[in-house]
């Protein structure tokens, strides 16, 4: 976690079938709630930028099993999704339209605070 660091996107409900993925819905709203809180407290200027633009102020990532990517030094655990798409559980909607994709594995995106 660090300043400007994006949030987690919170996945959709699942199907009733899939406990993984209840504990998923149930877990990853929370540490954002922390994580925000954090931030809120201890760096400058995001609580404004959270009140103003919600979660996604920052952009927001998925985390995902470690994969090597071309061009990118060690394993990687998390890529960027567009805040402005609904999360799906079947699709990557990862930026630039691949898990590896410059714009996915970006620290921070432009335009955003």
């Known amino acids: 976690m660090s300043v400007g660091a994006p949030l987690l996107q919170e996945p959709p409900e699942p199907p009733a079938d899939e406990c993984k993925a209840q504990s ?3 877990l990853l709203p ?3 709630e922390a994580f ?5 407290i201890y760096c400058p200027g995001e609580a404004q930028a959270f009140q103003q633009q ?8 998925r985390t995902m099993h470690p994969i090597s990517c071309p061009n ?7 890529y960027r999704v567009d805040p402005k798409e ?10 630039g339209g691949s898990r ?5 594995q970006m620290e921070v995106v432009s335009g955003q605070v």
């Open 24 to 26: 998923l819905v149930a």
């Open 30 to 32: 929370r540490m954002n």
């Open 36 to 40: 925000q809180s954090l931030r809120a």
């Open 54 to 61: 919600g979660r996604a102020a920052f952009g927001l990532v």
């Open 72 to 78: 990118q030094e060690g394993s990687l655990t998390r």
């Open 86 to 95: 609904i999360a799906s559980w079947t699709a990557d909607q990862a930026l």
């Open 100 to 104: 590896c994709s410059p714009e996915a």
